[in-house]
Nanobody, 122 residues
Framework: QVQLVESGGGLVQAGDSLRLSCVAS????????MAWFRQAPGKEREFVAG????????YYADSVKGRFTISRDNAKNTVYLQMNSLKPEDTAVYYC???????????????WGQGTQVTVSS
């Protein structure tokens, strides 16, 4: 069982940066691949970024590539999403999720956080 708690969301202006954090409970965090998803009002939940259990490989949606960076600290049971050059279209609730491997579909993920709101004004 893994419990995930996100933090770091907020209201920013276009071009600003934010760093989201997701802290996991339990001693098995390092066994899980982690991902960030987001969901805007009226839209489906979409994959943003993923990282393997070891942190050796990362994956990004085309819409965030070059602007967002996912990382993890297994000693702190934490995964991060550094978001730079934010755009109004990045506005959404951001969720972290855990799974045995990184996949872009939300359905296979076993564990989810409660989400943190990111709002980017123009």
């Amino acid at each position: 069982q893994v419990q995930l708690v996100e933090s770091g969301g907020g209201l920013v202006q276009a071009g600003d940066s934010l760093r989201l954090s997701c802290v996991a409970s339990g001693r098995t965090f390092s066994r899980y691949a982690m991902a960030w998803f987001r969901q805007a009002p009226g839209k489906e939940r979409e994959f943003v970024a993923g990282i393997t259990a070891s942190g050796g490989s990362t994956y990004y949606a085309d819409s965030v590539k070059g602007r967002f960076t996912i990382s993890r600290d297994n000693a702190k049971n934490t995964v991060y999403l550094q978001m730079n050059s934010l755009k109004p279209e990045d506005t959404a609730v951001y969720y972290c999720a855990a799974n045995s491997r990184v996949v872009v579909s939300a359905q296979p993920y076993d564990y989810w956080g409660q989400g943190t709101q990111v709002t980017v004004s123009s």
